[in-house]
């Protein structure tokens, strides 16, 4: 039977080395994997104000402990400083690269990657070991270079060699699963990395545990509700539920809702993601631009946020995203920022919601870095508009762009923007899909929600489960650890101890109250609830002083305390 991997497999991209080295025994019972290791690494390695895109920045490739065995999707997070924030962050994909993945990394847990390439190389991993090789697909597009390799591929595109701040890795056959969020893809492109391609076979034991699992998932709500429309319905819940943001966030609820919904997507499916596996995933839809798996997000950021309300074209800007190899809510609230400061005056060009073939050609112009404008909203709608003027038009925290969901309609989902360890993200804390229907929260009611739903995800990102078939997990997934012998604290205390690691790697960072605010253009009299006291509330259940930062009890209770913010 399988025994959980210990050991981390290191490249060197400066000195061209490759080292296997294990990984500290209190480090694996104390952080698991994937979020919690890469945290701990990325805190040991990396001096404060270290750059993102510079050699002495740290990539990690990180699996879980039963990476491959858990139901749903496998999945891998790539753990990394971000260029678009300067956070800490880590960003997940599934498919068929981290179930390869796992094979190809034999006993090691994860792939560092360290210094910089002169020439553009990749790295192919098989048999536990790894070596630097000439990377020939440079200048190709994600699903180009997806193609053009035997074995298992996650690779960057046009954006990531560029250095768009928001450049994601691309995997899977027609690069249709990206780590998305935050940069990665960026920093990859400043390694001069275009590919990483794994050889091995995915784990076969622990089949009755595994069977027993998919059963369960597959019986869960949440299986049941993405066996029938995956992702793409939550725009119509978002719609429904009075929290969908919509013409770069100058209104909220959107017309055009059924034509890029869930019915539009079953219309123009020929098919499914994973249609042998229990919950079958996305729906395939081809464009002019190739074939497509979109997302709740697609639908969200690029139909909605964009005024489109025409399926096929809002398929076609995702694909196009993909295989630019950029994130496309960050993309999305490009394209919108650039509607809404034309609509302002502030611009020399002309954009306009409802637009598709204007959307796509400034896409394009910002993964090329084109300048002017294309060149600006590289690096962000933050840093755009204040080099532009427009500030406040498109909301960011942290300097990441905002999905779709209007925290206007659910002040806690505020709370969950402002207090997202990587920047404005939906995927640590929910709570948008709780307070609309249970009526306005109390500050405590908010912090109280949003804290256990981050110290719960914290535990699966370290697990690196599949984020909704984790839901089935039974004590968090202590079953599993047990079943490999991988060692381990009460997992309710790693959760809340890898989010405060990852706070003391931010605090460090120089990240303070001050930038765990509510998103411009969305102003307190606008919610309904005083965001100050909702972020006292969140900061007492945390343990944190009053500007954010861990009490010496907290990081005591934890075990943290010689962790240091200097």
Aim: overall charge negative.
């Amino acid at each position: 039977m399988r025994s959980a991997p210990d050991r981390a497999l290191r490249v060197d991209l400066t000195d061209r080395s490759v080292t296997s080295e294990p990984v500290p025994e209190e480090w694996l019972r104390r952080y698991l994997g994937g979020k919690g290791l890469g945290a701990r690494y990325l805190h040991e390695e990396l001096e404060a104000g270290a750059d993102p895109l510079g050699p002495e920045n740290l990539l990690c490739f990180a699996l879980g402990p039963v990476s491959g065995l858990l139901p749903g999707e496998t999945r891998y997070a790539a753990v990394t400083k971000s260029p678009l924030t300067g956070t800490f962050l880590d960003s997940y994909a599934g498919g068929e690269f981290p179930e390869t993945l796992v094979g190809a990394l034999g006993d090691h847990l994860l792939l560092l990657v360290e210094g910089a390439a002169e020439e553009p190389v990749r790295i192919v991993l098989a048999d536990g070991d790894a070596r630097i090789e000439p990377a020939e697909t440079w200048g190709a597009d994600a699903a180009e270079t997806c193609r053009a390799h035997d074995g298992a591929v996650a690779c960057i595109g046009p954006a990531g060699e560029a250095g768009v701040s928001y450049a994601t890795i691309a995997s899977g056959p027609n690069a249709d699963h990206h780590a998305g969020r935050g940069g990665a893809g960026t920093v990859m492109g400043a390694k001069r990395l275009k590919a990483v391609i794994a050889h091995g076979a995915p784990p076969d034991d622990l089949a009755e545990l595994r069977a027993e699992y998919e059963r369960r998932y597959a019986e869960d709500a949440t299986g049941r509700w993405l066996a029938v429309s995956d992702t793409l319905e939550t725009v119509d819940f978002a719609d429904e539920a009075g929290v969908l943001s919509s013409r770069g966030w100058s209104d909220r609820g959107f017309d055009g809702t059924d034509e890029v919904g869930i019915e539009a997507a079953r219309a123009a499916a020929h098919g499914r993601e994973r249609a042998d596996a229990p919950v079958e995933g996305g729906f395939r839809v081809a464009t002019e631009a190739g074939e497509t798996v979109p997302r709740g997000a697609t639908a969200m950021t690029l139909g909605a946020g964009l005024g489109i309300d025409d399926f096929d074209a809002v398929a076609e800007l995702g694909e196009v995203c993909n295989r630019l190899g950029m994130d496309l809510i960050s993309a999305g609230n490009a394209v919108a920022w650039a509607a809404r400061a034309s609509e302002a005056g502030l611009l020399a060009e002309s954009y306009a919601f409802g637009d598709p073939e204007g959307a796509r050609a400034l896409l394009e112009d910002i993964a090329a870095r084109r300048a002017p404008l294309g060149d600006a909203l590289a690096d962000g709608v933050a840093v755009a508009a204040r080099e532009l003027g427009g500030e406040g038009l498109v909301p960011t925290v942290k300097g990441m762009e905002l999905p779709a969901y209007d925290p206007r309609g659910a002040a806690s989902m505020a709370l969950a923007y402002a207090t997202s360890d990587r920047g404005g993200c939906h995927r640590r804390a929910r709570p948008v899909e709780r307070e609309p229907f249970e009526g306005p929260f109390t500050p405590a009611e908010a912090a109280a929600a949003v804290v256990d739903a981050q110290d719960t995800r914290s535990v699966r990102w370290s697990l690196v489960s599949d984020d909704f078939a984790g839901e089935t997990l039974r004590d968090d997934g202590a079953e599993w650890l047990a079943a490999v012998g991988a060692p381990h604290d009460d997992l309710a205390t790693t959760g809340e101890r890898v989010w405060n690691l990852v706070r003391l790697f931010n605090v460090r960072e120089g990240f303070a109250r001050a930038d765990d605010r509510l998103p411009d253009p969305i102003d307190a009299d606008s919610l309904d609830a005083d965001f100050d006291a909702l972020l006292d509330a969140y900061y007492d259940a945390r343990g944190w002083d009053a500007d954010g930062v861990p009490t010496e009890e907290t990081l005591a209770r934890l075990d943290i305390a010689h962790l240091d913010t200097a």
